[in-house]
């Protein structure tokens, strides 16, 4: 198992930036891929953004798209979210996932192919 633990969320304006980051403990980091999901209040968690686990491939919610970029270090076991452009609607709780399966090739959009989660960091946009 391993523990992922998010941290760089808070309170920003409409249009300004966050960059949020996830850090994995465990040598097994770099054998998957990860993914960012968020849980607005009333609603459902959603998939934001993934990476496959040697960063060649990127994949995003229409949602974020062209705003959003993910990105993973390796060496750092860290993987990131980099938000720009926010929206009130991007207020959220925010959670980093590891992929299920090890040296998957391509992305997955689905919370059952993630199997380790973080606690969440909230991200809060305000108008």
């Known amino acids: 198992q391993v523990q992922l633990v998010e941290s760089g969320g808070g309170l920003v304006q409409a249009g300004g930036s966050l960059s949020l980051s996830c850090a994995a403990s465990?040598?097994?980091?770099?054998?998957?891929?990860m993914g960012w999901f968020r849980q607005a209040p009333g609603k459902e968690r959603e998939f934001v953004a993934a990476i496959t686990w040697s960063g060649s491939s990127t994949y995003y919610a229409d949602s974020v798209k062209g705003r959003f970029t993910i990105s993973r270090d390796n060496a750092k076991s860290t993987v990131y979210l980099q938000m720009n452009s926010l929206k009130p609607e991007d207020t959220a709780v925010y959670y980093c996932a590891k992929d299920r399966r090890a040296f998957r090739e391509v992305t997955t959009i689905v919370e059952y192919e993630y199997d380790d989660w973080g606690q969440g960091t909230q991200v809060t946009v305000s108008s």
């Open positions: 465990g040598r097994s980091f770099r054998r998957f891929g």
